[in-house]
Protein backbone atom coordinates (compact mmCIF):
# COMPACT_ATOMS: atom_id res chain seq x y z
CA UNK A 1 0.00 0.00 0.00
CA UNK A 2 1.25 3.18 -0.88
CA UNK A 3 0.10 5.80 1.83
CA UNK A 4 1.76 9.51 1.70
CA UNK A 5 0.24 10.56 4.85
CA UNK A 6 -1.51 8.76 7.88
CA UNK A 7 -3.05 9.94 10.50
CA UNK A 8 -5.34 8.73 13.85
CA UNK A 9 -7.89 10.80 15.14
CA UNK A 10 -10.32 10.88 17.81
CA UNK A 11 -13.37 12.25 17.00
CA UNK A 12 -15.73 14.26 18.99
CA UNK A 13 -18.24 16.71 19.19
CA UNK A 14 -20.47 19.27 21.55
CA UNK A 15 -22.82 19.54 18.34
CA UNK A 16 -20.19 20.13 16.30
CA UNK A 17 -17.49 17.83 14.62
CA UNK A 18 -14.62 18.21 16.45
CA UNK A 19 -11.77 16.00 15.23
CA UNK A 20 -8.30 15.38 17.46
CA UNK A 21 -5.46 14.47 15.51
CA UNK A 22 -3.12 12.82 17.40
CA UNK A 23 -0.37 10.42 15.38
CA UNK A 24 1.13 11.26 11.63
CA UNK A 25 1.56 14.72 12.82
CA UNK A 26 5.21 16.04 11.62
CA UNK A 27 7.67 17.92 13.14
CA UNK A 28 7.28 21.77 13.07
CA UNK A 29 9.40 24.04 13.75
CA UNK A 30 8.50 26.55 16.20
CA UNK A 31 9.72 28.13 19.41
CA UNK A 32 5.49 28.49 20.92
CA UNK A 33 2.89 26.80 19.46
CA UNK A 34 1.74 30.25 17.71
CA UNK A 35 5.13 29.77 15.73
CA UNK A 36 4.15 26.31 14.93
CA UNK A 37 0.73 27.08 13.68
CA UNK A 38 1.89 30.47 11.49
CA UNK A 39 4.58 27.74 10.37
CA UNK A 40 1.95 25.31 9.58
CA UNK A 41 -0.30 27.77 7.67
CA UNK A 42 3.07 29.35 5.53
CA UNK A 43 4.24 25.78 4.31
CA UNK A 44 2.37 22.97 4.93
CA UNK A 45 -2.04 23.76 4.14
CA UNK A 46 -2.39 20.49 2.57
CA UNK A 47 -2.74 18.71 6.17
CA UNK A 48 -5.29 21.42 7.03
CA UNK A 49 -7.68 20.87 3.85
CA UNK A 50 -6.60 17.46 3.76
CA UNK A 51 -8.77 16.91 7.10
CA UNK A 52 -11.34 19.02 6.83
CA UNK A 53 -12.15 19.27 2.95
CA UNK A 54 -14.31 16.06 1.51
CA UNK A 55 -14.13 13.72 1.40
CA UNK A 56 -12.72 13.38 4.92
CA UNK A 57 -14.83 16.86 6.15
CA UNK A 58 -17.82 18.71 5.75
CA UNK A 59 -18.20 22.68 6.11
CA UNK A 60 -18.52 22.54 10.04
CA UNK A 61 -15.79 19.91 11.05
CA UNK A 62 -12.97 21.35 12.45
CA UNK A 63 -9.47 19.59 13.58
CA UNK A 64 -6.48 19.99 15.96
CA UNK A 65 -3.14 18.35 15.82
CA UNK A 66 -1.37 17.44 19.05
CA UNK A 67 2.03 18.47 19.05
CA UNK A 68 4.45 18.84 21.89
CA UNK A 69 3.98 21.66 24.05
CA UNK A 70 6.51 24.56 24.13
CA UNK A 71 5.76 26.13 27.70
CA UNK A 72 7.25 23.57 30.17
CA UNK A 73 4.48 23.93 32.09
CA UNK A 74 1.80 22.83 29.69
CA UNK A 75 0.91 19.01 29.53
CA UNK A 76 0.55 19.48 25.26
CA UNK A 77 -0.23 21.33 22.51
CA UNK A 78 -2.72 21.78 20.16
CA UNK A 79 -3.02 24.00 16.54
CA UNK A 80 -6.49 24.55 15.83
CA UNK A 81 -7.97 24.08 12.26
CA UNK A 82 -10.63 24.88 10.65
CA UNK A 83 -12.27 25.68 7.35
CA UNK A 84 -10.88 29.08 6.65
CA UNK A 85 -8.30 30.03 9.22
CA UNK A 86 -5.83 28.90 11.99
CA UNK A 87 -7.88 30.25 14.88
CA UNK A 88 -5.81 31.36 18.03
CA UNK A 89 -8.23 30.03 20.07
CA UNK A 90 -11.47 27.92 20.03
CA UNK A 91 -13.36 26.70 22.72
CA UNK A 92 -15.44 23.73 21.84
CA UNK A 93 -11.99 22.76 20.30
CA UNK A 94 -10.39 22.90 23.54
CA UNK A 95 -13.10 21.15 25.04
CA UNK A 96 -12.71 18.13 22.69
CA UNK A 97 -8.87 18.13 23.00
CA UNK A 98 -8.99 18.16 27.39
CA UNK A 99 -11.47 14.99 26.64
CA UNK A 100 -9.49 12.76 23.87
CA UNK A 101 -6.56 13.38 25.93
CA UNK A 102 -7.69 12.10 29.37
CA UNK A 103 -10.41 9.87 28.12
CA UNK A 104 -7.78 7.59 25.28
CA UNK A 105 -5.05 7.93 28.39
CA UNK A 106 -2.95 9.83 26.69
CA UNK A 107 -2.62 12.17 29.88
CA UNK A 108 -3.50 10.61 33.14
CA UNK A 109 -7.13 11.35 34.47
CA UNK A 110 -7.53 11.85 38.32
CA UNK A 111 -11.35 11.66 39.72
CA UNK A 112 -12.72 13.30 40.50
CA UNK A 113 -11.18 16.72 38.97
CA UNK A 114 -8.28 16.59 36.95
CA UNK A 115 -6.41 19.63 36.11
CA UNK A 116 -3.44 20.30 33.68
CA UNK A 117 -2.36 23.66 31.21
CA UNK A 118 -2.55 23.43 27.57
CA UNK A 119 -0.91 25.07 24.89
CA UNK A 120 -2.92 26.54 22.34
CA UNK A 121 -1.58 29.51 19.92
CA UNK A 122 -2.91 32.11 22.26
CA UNK A 123 -0.71 30.71 24.94
CA UNK A 124 -1.21 28.70 28.09
CA UNK A 125 -5.03 27.44 29.11
CA UNK A 126 -5.62 26.42 31.99
CA UNK A 127 -8.10 23.01 32.30
CA UNK A 128 -9.98 21.52 35.11
CA UNK A 129 -12.00 18.46 34.32
CA UNK A 130 -14.50 16.79 35.81
CA UNK A 131 -14.20 13.13 35.52
CA UNK A 132 -16.26 10.28 36.80
CA UNK A 133 -15.95 6.31 35.84
CA UNK A 134 -13.17 7.00 32.96
CA UNK A 135 -15.43 10.16 31.24
CA UNK A 136 -14.65 13.54 31.24
CA UNK A 137 -18.40 15.08 32.47
CA UNK A 138 -17.11 18.51 32.05
CA UNK A 139 -14.45 20.65 30.95
CA UNK A 140 -13.59 24.44 32.25
CA UNK A 141 -11.11 26.40 30.77
CA UNK A 142 -9.56 30.53 31.32
CA UNK A 143 -9.87 31.70 28.49
CA UNK A 144 -7.51 34.81 26.66
CA UNK A 145 -9.05 38.53 27.36
CA UNK A 146 -12.45 39.20 25.38
CA UNK A 147 -12.93 42.44 24.45
CA UNK A 148 -15.22 44.54 22.58
CA UNK A 149 -14.06 46.93 19.83
CA UNK A 150 -17.39 48.55 18.69
CA UNK A 151 -20.11 48.79 20.53
CA UNK A 152 -24.00 48.89 18.72
CA UNK A 153 -22.73 50.15 15.42
CA UNK A 154 -25.08 51.10 12.13
CA UNK A 155 -23.55 49.67 9.02
CA UNK A 156 -25.10 49.32 5.71
CA UNK A 157 -25.71 46.04 4.11
CA UNK A 158 -26.93 45.18 0.74
CA UNK A 159 -29.84 43.49 0.32
CA UNK A 160 -30.71 44.04 4.19
CA UNK A 161 -30.75 47.96 4.62
CA UNK A 162 -29.15 49.47 7.93
CA UNK A 163 -28.20 47.08 10.57
CA UNK A 164 -26.68 47.53 14.36
CA UNK A 165 -23.68 45.00 15.13
CA UNK A 166 -21.07 45.15 17.68
CA UNK A 167 -17.52 43.76 17.00
CA UNK A 168 -15.86 41.55 20.16
CA UNK A 169 -12.61 39.57 20.56
CA UNK A 170 -13.21 36.24 22.34
CA UNK A 171 -10.27 34.62 20.78
CA UNK A 172 -11.50 35.52 17.07
CA UNK A 173 -12.92 38.53 15.76
CA UNK A 174 -16.94 38.36 15.80
CA UNK A 175 -19.55 40.09 14.43
CA UNK A 176 -22.25 40.25 17.33
CA UNK A 177 -25.56 40.34 15.67
CA UNK A 178 -29.06 40.79 17.07
CA UNK A 179 -31.40 38.34 15.51
CA UNK A 180 -34.53 40.40 16.74
CA UNK A 181 -33.73 42.95 14.60
CA UNK A 182 -34.76 40.59 11.15
CA UNK A 183 -38.76 40.07 11.09
CA UNK A 184 -39.22 36.73 11.47
CA UNK A 185 -35.63 34.76 12.06
CA UNK A 186 -35.84 32.54 14.39
CA UNK A 187 -32.72 30.64 15.85
CA UNK A 188 -33.73 27.48 15.29
CA UNK A 189 -32.45 24.40 12.52
CA UNK A 190 -35.26 24.47 10.48
CA UNK A 191 -33.97 28.75 9.49
CA UNK A 192 -30.27 27.25 9.36
CA UNK A 193 -30.03 28.56 5.57
CA UNK A 194 -31.35 32.24 6.24
CA UNK A 195 -29.14 32.73 9.76
CA UNK A 196 -26.24 31.94 7.27
CA UNK A 197 -27.43 33.90 4.62
CA UNK A 198 -28.13 36.93 6.61
CA UNK A 199 -24.98 36.22 8.88
CA UNK A 200 -22.58 36.24 5.97
CA UNK A 201 -24.02 39.74 4.46
CA UNK A 202 -23.62 41.76 7.62
CA UNK A 203 -20.08 40.10 8.69
CA UNK A 204 -18.80 40.75 4.79
CA UNK A 205 -20.20 44.62 5.37
CA UNK A 206 -18.70 45.12 8.90
CA UNK A 207 -15.30 43.44 7.36
CA UNK A 208 -15.45 46.43 5.18
CA UNK A 209 -17.03 49.01 7.43
CA UNK A 210 -15.30 48.58 10.58
CA UNK A 211 -11.31 48.09 10.47
CA UNK A 212 -10.49 45.92 12.98
CA UNK A 213 -6.79 44.28 13.88
CA UNK A 214 -5.99 42.69 17.02
CA UNK A 215 -2.78 44.33 18.89
CA UNK A 216 -0.67 40.94 19.62
CA UNK A 217 -1.69 39.00 16.29
CA UNK A 218 -0.92 41.30 13.19
CA UNK A 219 -3.31 40.79 10.23
CA UNK A 220 -5.95 38.97 12.52
CA UNK A 221 -9.12 40.65 11.65
CA UNK A 222 -12.83 40.02 11.82
CA UNK A 223 -13.57 36.59 10.37
CA UNK A 224 -16.93 35.06 11.79
CA UNK A 225 -20.17 35.77 13.00
CA UNK A 226 -22.71 34.77 16.09
CA UNK A 227 -26.28 35.85 16.39
CA UNK A 228 -27.86 35.93 19.50
CA UNK A 229 -31.57 36.26 20.72
CA UNK A 230 -33.91 35.47 23.59
CA UNK A 231 -33.32 32.48 25.18
CA UNK A 232 -35.09 29.72 24.78
CA UNK A 233 -34.79 27.29 27.11
CA UNK A 234 -35.63 28.17 30.90
CA UNK A 235 -32.71 29.14 32.96
CA UNK A 236 -30.84 29.84 29.77
CA UNK A 237 -29.28 33.52 29.55
CA UNK A 238 -29.25 33.64 25.80
CA UNK A 239 -29.60 31.53 22.40
CA UNK A 240 -26.82 32.36 19.59
CA UNK A 241 -25.91 30.62 16.44
CA UNK A 242 -22.23 30.96 14.98
CA UNK A 243 -21.20 31.29 11.15
CA UNK A 244 -18.32 29.99 10.00
CA UNK A 245 -17.95 30.57 6.07
CA UNK A 246 -16.91 28.45 3.69
CA UNK A 247 -15.79 31.29 0.55
CA UNK A 248 -15.41 34.93 -0.30
CA UNK A 249 -18.86 36.19 0.32
CA UNK A 250 -19.64 38.53 -2.79
CA UNK A 251 -22.69 41.30 -2.37
CA UNK A 252 -23.36 40.25 -6.08
CA UNK A 253 -23.66 36.85 -6.24
CA UNK A 254 -26.13 35.30 -3.86
CA UNK A 255 -24.91 31.91 -3.74
CA UNK A 256 -21.55 33.26 -1.53
CA UNK A 257 -24.05 34.62 1.18
CA UNK A 258 -23.95 31.24 3.32
CA UNK A 259 -21.96 29.29 5.56
CA UNK A 260 -21.77 26.34 7.88
CA UNK A 261 -23.52 26.68 11.17
CA UNK A 262 -22.32 25.98 14.23
CA UNK A 263 -24.04 22.72 15.21
CA UNK A 264 -22.57 23.28 19.09
CA UNK A 265 -22.51 26.28 20.89
CA UNK A 266 -18.91 27.95 20.43
CA UNK A 267 -17.06 28.79 22.97
CA UNK A 268 -14.87 31.95 21.71
CA UNK A 269 -18.30 33.05 20.41
CA UNK A 270 -19.96 33.09 23.51
CA UNK A 271 -16.48 34.97 24.97
CA UNK A 272 -17.40 37.44 22.47
CA UNK A 273 -20.95 37.52 23.94
CA UNK A 274 -20.13 37.83 27.47
CA UNK A 275 -17.65 40.94 26.39
CA UNK A 276 -20.30 42.70 24.43
CA UNK A 277 -22.86 42.25 27.34
CA UNK A 278 -20.11 43.11 30.31
CA UNK A 279 -19.42 46.68 27.91
CA UNK A 280 -23.20 47.09 27.95
CA UNK A 281 -23.80 47.04 32.05
CA UNK A 282 -25.78 43.94 31.07
CA UNK A 283 -23.21 41.62 33.10
CA UNK A 284 -21.70 41.13 35.96
CA UNK A 285 -18.67 40.03 37.18
CA UNK A 286 -18.73 36.59 38.42
CA UNK A 287 -22.47 36.32 37.14
CA UNK A 288 -23.20 33.09 35.49
CA UNK A 289 -23.85 33.14 31.51
CA UNK A 290 -25.80 30.35 30.12
CA UNK A 291 -25.40 30.13 26.16
CA UNK A 292 -27.40 27.64 24.66
CA UNK A 293 -26.58 26.56 21.03
CA UNK A 294 -29.26 25.77 17.89
CA UNK A 295 -29.36 22.29 19.07
CA UNK A 296 -29.45 23.39 22.95
CA UNK A 297 -25.77 22.08 24.18
CA UNK A 298 -24.79 24.77 26.67
CA UNK A 299 -22.14 26.21 27.81
CA UNK A 300 -21.54 28.05 30.99
CA UNK A 301 -19.28 31.36 31.13
CA UNK A 302 -18.22 33.50 33.85
CA UNK A 303 -16.67 37.20 33.61
CA UNK A 304 -13.99 36.32 35.98
CA UNK A 305 -12.19 39.45 36.40
CA UNK A 306 -11.77 42.36 34.45
CA UNK A 307 -8.53 43.81 32.64
CA UNK A 308 -6.74 45.66 30.13
CA UNK A 309 -5.66 44.92 26.72
CA UNK A 310 -3.76 47.27 24.52
CA UNK A 311 -6.43 49.88 25.86
CA UNK A 312 -9.32 48.00 25.56
CA UNK A 313 -11.63 47.26 28.63
CA UNK A 314 -11.52 43.37 28.86
CA UNK A 315 -12.63 40.81 30.77
CA UNK A 316 -10.99 37.52 31.63
CA UNK A 317 -13.67 34.66 30.69
CA UNK A 318 -13.89 30.66 31.87
CA UNK A 319 -16.25 28.78 29.61
CA UNK A 320 -17.50 25.48 30.73
CA UNK A 321 -18.96 21.89 29.02
CA UNK A 322 -18.64 18.93 27.87
CA UNK A 323 -17.83 16.56 24.46
CA UNK A 324 -18.68 12.92 23.45
CA UNK A 325 -16.17 10.87 21.73
CA UNK A 326 -17.89 9.59 18.85
CA UNK A 327 -15.33 7.32 17.09
CA UNK A 328 -11.94 6.37 16.75
CA UNK A 329 -10.55 6.67 12.62
CA UNK A 330 -7.25 6.31 10.72
CA UNK A 331 -7.29 8.88 8.16
CA UNK A 332 -4.87 8.03 4.75
CA UNK A 333 -3.70 9.81 1.73
CA UNK A 334 -3.14 7.56 -1.32
CA UNK A 335 -0.05 8.27 -3.32
CA UNK A 336 -2.00 8.56 -6.59
CA UNK A 337 -4.95 9.77 -4.97
CA UNK A 338 -5.77 12.79 -7.34
CA UNK A 339 -6.92 14.84 -4.67
CA UNK A 340 -4.24 15.62 -2.37
CA UNK A 341 -6.16 18.59 -1.09
CA UNK A 342 -9.45 17.26 -0.41
CA UNK A 343 -12.09 18.56 -2.75
CA UNK A 344 -15.74 20.98 -2.47
CA UNK A 345 -18.51 21.08 -4.60
CA UNK A 346 -20.79 23.89 -4.57
CA UNK A 347 -24.11 22.27 -3.57
CA UNK A 348 -22.91 22.82 0.58
CA UNK A 349 -19.69 24.61 0.06
Known amino acids: MGFKRMFDAVECHEGEPLRVITTGIPTIPGDSVYEQCMWLREHDDQLRLLMLREPRGMPATCANLIVPAKDPRAAAGYIIMEQTEYPMMSGGNTIAVATALLETGLLPMKEPVTEFYLEAPAGLIHITAECSKGKVTSVTFKNVPSFAVYLDKEIEVPHLGKVKVDIAWGGMFYTVIDATQFEGLKLVPEMGREIARISALCTRAAMDQLPVEHPDYPGVGITLSIMHAPPVTPGTYMRSSNVVFTGEIDFDRPET ?16 LMAVEHAKGRL ?9 GLLGVTFTGHAVEETELHGHKAIVPTIGGQCWIYGFSKWVLDETDPFPNGFTIGDIW
Do not use: H, Q, S
Open 257 to 272: WTGALDRGCCGTGTCA
Open 284 to 292: KVNEPFYNE
